[in-house]
C-alpha cells in the first residue's frame, strides 16, 4: 500500500506532513500491510484533511487549562490495477491535551490523533482486503 502526503485543506500549517507520518508509522508498526511507493504498490490510500479544530476545554482563573483538538479527514482506497476507488469515508478523531503539562502540546495531541486514526483505517483496510 502507497500511502502518499496527505492534503490539507485547512489553514493548520504543516498539519499534513505529522498526521501523513503517524499514520505510515501505525502501518509499520502493525506489519500487516508493506508501505511501498506509488510505483510498487497495488493499493493507495489517499487523504485529504478537511477540517481541524483546536478549542479550550477547561478554565482556570484567566488561563486555559486543556484543550481539544477534533481533526476530520476523508479517505480513499484506491486500485492501482484499475484505477478505481474500492472504498472512501469521512473519519474524525478527538484528542485533548493539558496546557499545564508541557510534555502533552497540540503537536503530540495531532500525532495521537494520526496514530488512532492510523489504527482505524488498518482494521477498515483489513477487512476489506480479507473480504
Known amino acids: ?22 499514520i505510515r508509522e501505525e502501518f509499520i508498526l502493525d506489519g500487516r500491510l508493506e508501505i511501498t511507493e506509488k510505483e510498487e ?24 487549562e486543556e484543550y481539544r483538538v477534533r481533526m476530520d479527514i476523508l479517505v480513499s482506497l484506491i ?14 478523531e478527538i484528542t485533548s491535551y493539558s496546557s499545564m503539562e508541557m510534555i502533552q502540546t497540540e503537536d503530540e495531541a495531532v500525532r495521537e490523533s494520526g496514530k488512532k486514526i492510523g489504527q482505524k483505517l488498518i482494521e477498515l483496510i483489513d477487512s476489506i482486503v480479507e473480504g
Not at 497495488?42 to 486555559?64: C, M, R
Not at 490495477?81 to 469515508?89: A, C, F, P, R
Open 79 to 92: 486500485s492501482v490495477k484499475d484505477g478505481k476507488t474500492i472504498w472512501e469515508e469521512s473519519l474524525g
Open 41 to 64: 504498490a497495488d493499493l493507495i490510500l489517499q487523504g485529504k484533511i478537511t477540517h481541524y479544530f483546536n478549542e479550550p476545554l477547561s478554565e482556570v482563573a484567566i488561563a486555559v
Open 1 to 22: 500500500i502507497a500511502i502518499p502526503l496527505f492534503i490539507n485543506e485547512t489553514f493548520q500549517y504543516g498539519l499534513e506532513e505529522t498526521l501523513t507520518k503517524s
